[in-house]
């Protein structure tokens, strides 16, 4: 499976993108998951219902199902997963987006807006292939020669990944 990260600030717009990435990829015959890293803890259940209760009571996997979807919900007591083992979990696509992890070494699209008052992450990480914003005219100089890209051309984002990231392209 490919993988493709978007790095950048809280506020840039990463998930803006992403959801915007994911139909024009799927548009384009391409199968696409995720995986969103979260920098809070979180739960799929509630105190009280009974997947809460089976990992309180010490469960190292519980995986809720419907007919609809299932999650598997495993305790990670000893140490944060790497992202390599999380994607190796998953069904196999042709590729998945990864927001956040932004250390793994795997290559990314930093998003960066001039309105978070952040620098730009690409000069200190080779793992970015180019720079999506919404200040083109600013980022003329991008580092090490960066593409730049138009943050809210979506179309034109995928393009780049597709040509990128070697995909062959299929007509819908």
């Known amino acids: 499976m490919k993988v493709l990260g ?3 600030w ?15 990829l799927t ?3 391409l199968r696409v998951s995720t995986v969103k890293h979260a920098h809070h803890g ?5 105190p009280g219902k009974d ?30 997963p790497m ?25 990314k699209i930093e998003v960066w807006r001039e309105a978070t008052g952040q620098p730009l992450l690409a000069g200190e990480d080779e793992n ?9 005219d600013r980022l003329a100089q991008a580092p090490r020669d960066l593409p730049v890209l138009a943050l ?9 990944i597709i040509g990128r990231l070697w995909f062959t392209r299929e007509t819908p």
């Open 51 to 80: 997947s809460f209760r089976h990992r309180e009571a010490g469960a190292t996997e519980v995986m809720l199902a419907s007919a609809n979807r299932f999650a598997l919900l495993h305790e990670a007591r000893d140490a944060q």
């Open 83 to 107: 992202l390599d083992d999380l994607i190796a979990r998953m069904s196999p696509v042709d590729l998945v987006l990864v927001e956040g992890f932004k250390t793994a070494a795997h290559r």
């Open 128 to 136: 970015v292939i180019a720079i999506a914003t919404d200040d083109i």
């Open 6 to 8: 978007l790095r950048g």
């Open 27 to 29: 548009r384009r015959g």
């Open 42 to 46: 979180f739960d799929l259940d509630r």
């Open 10 to 24: 809280s506020g840039s717009g990463k998930t803006t993108l992403l959801v915007n990435l994911i139909p024009e």
């Open 152 to 160: 809210d051309r979506p179309s034109i984002i995928a393009e780049f």
